[in-house]
């Protein structure tokens, strides 16, 4: 009977292994390192990796800049201050992507919101983790009234939330507009926005809560922008 109750231990503790370590991250968090640390932000906000014509990018929103930046910087760019950028798992601490070259770094673009085209685009300097999932993007149009879903890590959370919303339409800047319950969403900032099938249709950029209506309103950035900063770049 013993023998019986150790063994069933065993393959219980080795199934919560199991689970634990074969999990798939879907999305991730900007651990970002300045060489001076007091700029230092181990959640700038959240992130993504996305295959495009064969090459795999790490994402996340152009403003998260204004949580991960020294004094000095008030354009797109670093400004040779960057000690290393990371987009790291907070569930499986081991999934980690190092950041190699900001695609659309731009000495001239003042660092404002809202931002026009609110993508940041890494080259990674290393191939991801088996267990980092890499999103694709969707190539059919979106339909109104179709299910979208983001996600993210909201800041103090170890655990990241995916929401389930709506599409209604398109902003005047051409971006994403959702309909989602209302919630704290601070920190998923530079999440993924995909459809049923997983495909990628956004980044999780700016919110609102619409009085009026009465309802939460999303505006992620559409994947436009994205396609032109990899494509000026081959």
């Known amino acids: 009977m013993k023998n ?50 064969g090459k795999t990018f790490a994402c996340t929103a152009k403003h998260v800049l204004f949580f991960a930046k020294t004094d000095s910087m008030k354009t797109i760019s670093f400004n040779n201050s960057l000690k290393s950028w990371s987009f790291t ?9 190092i950041a190699g070259k900001l695609l659309n770094e731009n000495t001239n673009e003042i660092l404002t919101m809202p931002p026009k085209g609110d993508w940041l685009v890494f080259e990674i300097k290393s191939k991801p983790s088996k267990n980092i999932v890499v999103h694709k993007l969707r190539k059919a ?35 994403l507009k959702l309909n989602v319950p209302k919630g704290i969403y601070n920190g998923c900032s530079g999440g993924p926005v995909f459809d049923e099938e997983g495909k990628l249709v956004g980044l999780v950029s700016m919110g609102y809560f619409n009085n009026k209506e009465n309802k939460m309103i999303f505006e992620p950035a559409s994947t436009d922008y994205f396609k032109q900063i990899v494509n000026n770049n081959n």
């Open 141 to 175: 149009p979106l339909r109104g009234g179709e299910q979208l879903y983001f996600m993210g890590y909201p800041y103090k959370s170890s655990k990241p939330i995916k929401v389930k919303g709506s599409f209604i339409g398109f902003t005047k800047d051409k971006n």
């Open 4 to 53: 019986s109750k150790r063994c069933t231990l065993i393959i219980y503790l080795s199934l919560v292994f199991f689970n634990v370590h074969a999990q798939k991250d879907t999305v991730l968090v900007c651990d970002v390192k300045f060489k001076n640390p007091k700029f230092n932000n181990k959640h700038a906000g959240s992130a993504f990796l996305l295959n495009y014509k």
């Open 89 to 97: 798992s907070k569930v499986n601490p081991e999934n980690k992507v």
